[in-house]
């Protein structure tokens, strides 16, 4: 026995169902979605550059409100930072593909969702910054400062990583004897290190912070690596080269001591000549 024809009405209803996003075109979603995170400010990536529509990016929290960013925009990046303050927190990004005249609409955009994020544990602890060392004897001391973060105390200073790790961050010191390979380290929760070397010995050093609790990503950016100069020669300094200009100089100095008074003598002496001519001739006269 045959079954009844469905309704129109039934027919309409299994179209809703089978496309839920019934008024947007297919459109394109995003691929490679990556955080880009350096000292809690973080950037959200993406492909491809939209043609004929536009992205809103969605940040969802597993207990915050939904925010959005970067609405209807055509770049493939968006600053989420500010949406990330709950650094605890486990976030994932929604990249919507939009077309304005469909944004009122009750119907859900396609969109791709990012991996999941944790500013916590995953942003990458920046360079600290060295403020003054020096060598002094058989001790090496230096001093340096915390990265700052994109967050404020409610007085308008940034915080520093530090103001927000607390005891979770460490430093180390890395540190060997110039023009030597053998590195040694020294780790600190403090902004200073003091190490004992070798007196009148040059030792080069960086600084770096570390996160020992966490899985991946504990250790941070390397600082500039600087190095003393206690007992330095002017020739370890600045190698053969500045001797051979200075002493081509010495040599253009003392040709020009010896020749100068040479020739103002001679100068001398011809113009005193000259002048006896010119008296004689009109003595003549």
Not at 48 to 59: A, C, H, L, R, W
Not at 91 to 96: D, G, N, S
Request: glycine share 4%; aromatic share 10%.
């Amino acid at each position: 026995m045959l079954r009844a024809a469905a309704s129109p009405r039934a027919l309409l209803l299994c179209a809703l169902l089978w496309h839920p996003a019934a008024g947007y075109e297919i459109l394109p979603t995003a691929v490679n979605i990556t955080w880009s995170s350096i000292n809690f400010k973080t950037i959200l990536q993406w492909q491809p550059k939209p043609s004929g529509y536009f992205y809103t990016v969605e940040i969802h929290g597993q207990t915050s409100d939904i925010k959005r960013k970067c609405m209807l925009t055509s770049e493939t990046e968006c600053d989420v930072t500010d949406a990330l303050r709950n650094v605890k927190e486990t976030y994932t990004a929604h990249i919507l593909s939009v077309k304005p005249e469909k944004m009122d609409n009750f119907e859900e955009p396609p969109f791709a969702a990012s991996e999941k994020f944790t500013p916590y544990s995953q942003t990458v602890i920046g360079k600290p910054e060295i403020k003054t060392y020096s060598q002094k004897g058989s001790k090496l001391n230096v001093m340096f400062e915390d990265p700052l973060t994109p967050y404020m105390f409610p007085n308008g200073s940034f915080l520093s990583i530090q103001d927000i790790f607390h005891h979770d961050l460490e430093y180390k010191l890395y540190y060997w004897k110039d023009q030597s390979s053998g590195k040694k380290d020294v780790t600190t929760k403090s902004h200073n290190f003091e190490v004992s070397v070798d007196s009148g010995k040059n030792y080069c050093f960086y600084v770096k912070g570390i996160i020992p609790s966490r899985r991946e990503n504990h250790n941070g950016q390397e600082s500039m690596v600087l190095c003393t100069s206690v007992g330095r020669s002017i020739l370890d300094e600045y190698g053969a080269e500045v001797f051979i200009i200075l002493a081509v100089i010495a040599v253009a100095v003392i040709t020009l001591a010896i020749v100068l008074p040479v020739v103002l003598c001679k100068r001398k002496k011809a113009k005193k000549t000259r002048d006896v001519r010119e008296k004689e001739l009109l003595n003549g006269v």
